[in-house]
Nanobody, 127 residues
Framework: QLLLVESGGDSVQTGGFLRLSCAVS????????IGWFRQVPGKEREGVSC?????????NYGDSAKGRFTISRDSTKNTVYLDLKNLRPEDTAVYSC???????????????????WGQGTQVTVSS
């Protein structure tokens, strides 16, 4: 059974840095597209970044993440990371990772494509 567990969320000040981890168990995550999403109460879920299954080597970022966030994969640890730098108060949200079991083509932020979700980790950025 595929299981995703996020960690690394914390409270930081503006300009700070966090590394979020998405640990995958039950399957080899190299064969799955992995996406990072974030959500604030009362707002729609927002795609932050995604990485395709390993053989495609495709990465995408949402507009709010470009130039500040970096996604990476460590196959030896079956883990996908999301590095958040130069954090802003508007980055405050619950960040969740999700797995796309049929990652045809470039990775994307279509929520319906992601069948498996973690529980989320809270990121709070204060000014």
């Amino acid at each position: 059974q595929l299981l995703l567990v996020e960690s690394g969320g914390d409270s930081v000040q503006t300009g700070g840095f966090l590394r979020l981890s998405c640990a995958v168990s039950g399957v080899n995550s190299d064969y799955y597209g992995i996406g990072w999403f974030r959500q604030v109460p009362g707002k729609e879920r927002e795609g932050v970044s995604c990485i395709s299954e390993k053989s495609r080597s495709n990465i995408n970022y949402g507009d709010s993440a470009k130039g500040r966030f970096t996604i990476s994969r460590d196959s030896t640890k079956n883990t996908v990371y999301l590095d958040l730098k130069n954090l802003r108060p508007e980055d405050t949200a619950v960040y969740s990772c999700a797995a796309d079991p049929a990652p045809y083509g470039p990775c994307n932020f279509e929520v319906r494509n992601y069948d498996f979700w973690g529980q989320g980790t809270q990121v709070t950025v204060s000014s």
